[in-house]
């Protein structure tokens, strides 16, 4: 018998967040094993962050043992940082061994657009139908066809500007789309949510964008045999992953600003300890669009 968490035809915000809150509680209640092939500047924060949520991160990045260990984890993601010949190699047959094993998997187009190789890479791999793909608003321009990449990893774009590409990608893919910026935007390409929260001090340590994308593959994986909705997943990643950031920004009791050193270690504090009052407090999400009249659940 599957476990019921959750599900909202209507997608009330306030229930979409007690989603958030049941497969949080799911996550640190399983600890999903998590297989990132992720780039060299990020992975021991990528690590850290998924440790810290509840999951267990495994950094399986090399061929003949990716894919053996895909159809294993819970989770994939898959980052364009830094991609070696080796790494592409690795991603390629991950992707395909977690598309035979149903295991839900996460694109993150870095940088794609100004540079050949990543971009060509991301085009191939979208074709194995990622679960979720999590970017800024110009690796998504550049994914959906829309657009020439940003400045490396920095998007050029704003968030809005990449929703209509966003919606159209999810819907030529099958992948939940989730663009991050000030605010982050997540589609299925008919239902949208705006979650405003966050703190600008995520872009000022490294790995800030690119571990969301891990935890994002943990949601999915803690979502995995309930009747929690990919979407539904991926929307609670951002909202615990934004909250947190929040917690970590806010000065201490003597009122002194928060730097990016601090807020690097706060950030995985408040990601362990981030709970249900916190969500309920501090949620500014917003829904649009059509409810999804036969949303996919997670096998």
Same mark, same amino acid.
Do not use: Y
């Given at each position: ?25 799911? &996550? ?6 998590? /297989? ?10 990528? $690590? ?17 043992? *990716? ?26 047959? *991950? ?6 094993? =149903? ?17 060509? &890479? $991301? /085009?191939?791999? &979208? ?13 998504? &321009?550049?994914?959906?066809?829309? =657009? ?37 935007l997540i589609t299925d390409g008919v239902q ?16 800030? =964008?690119?571990? #969301? ?9 803690? *979502? ?14 951002n909202l615990v992953y934004t909250v947190a ?9 003597? =009122? ?7 807020? $690097? ?6 990601? $362990? ?5 916190? #969500? /309920?407090?501090?949620? /500014? ?15």
């Open positions: 018998m599957r476990d019921r968490l959750f599900i909202d035809p209507a997608r009330r915000s306030t229930e979409v967040t007690e989603t958030a809150i049941a497969v949080l509680h799911r &996550l640190r209640s399983t600890g999903p094993l998590i /297989h990132c092939i992720t780039n060299t500047v990020v992975k021991n924060f990528s $690590a850290n962050a998924l440790l810290a949520v509840g999951a267990s991160p495994a950094m399986v990045d090399i061929p003949e043992e *990716a894919g053996m260990f895909a159809g294993i984890a819970g989770g994939l993601l898959v980052n364009l940082g830094t991609p070696q010949a080796e790494q592409r190699d690795a991603a390629r047959e *991950a992707v395909a061994a977690a598309s035979a094993a =149903g295991t839900p998997w996460v694109l993150d187009p870095v940088a794609i657009g100004v540079l050949p190789v990543r971009t060509a &890479l $991301a /085009h191939e791999l &979208l074709a194995s139908r990622p679960t979720a793909i999590r970017g800024n608003a110009s690796e998504i &321009l550049a994914l959906a066809g829309s =657009g020439g990449g940003g400045r490396g990893v920095d998007a050029a774009d704003t968030t809005d500007a990449a929703a209509d590409a966003a919606r159209r990608l999810a819907l030529d893919s099958g992948a939940i789309v989730a663009v991050s910026g000030p605010v982050d949208t949510a705006r979650v405003a929260n966050g703190d600008a001090l995520l872009t000022r340590v490294t790995g800030g =964008g690119c571990s #969301l994308g891990a935890v994002t593959a943990a949601f999915l994986a803690a *979502a995995r045999g309930t009747e929690v909705s990919a979407f539904e997943a991926v929307v609670a990643a950031a929040e917690l970590a920004a806010t000065p201490g009791a003597d =009122g002194a600003p928060v730097g990016p050193g601090t807020f $690097a270690v706060g950030f995985l504090d408040a990601l $362990a300890v981030v709970d249900s009052a916190d #969500l /309920h407090d501090r949620a /500014h999400l917003t829904l649009t669009g059509a409810a999804t009249p036969a949303e996919e659940v997670l096998a």
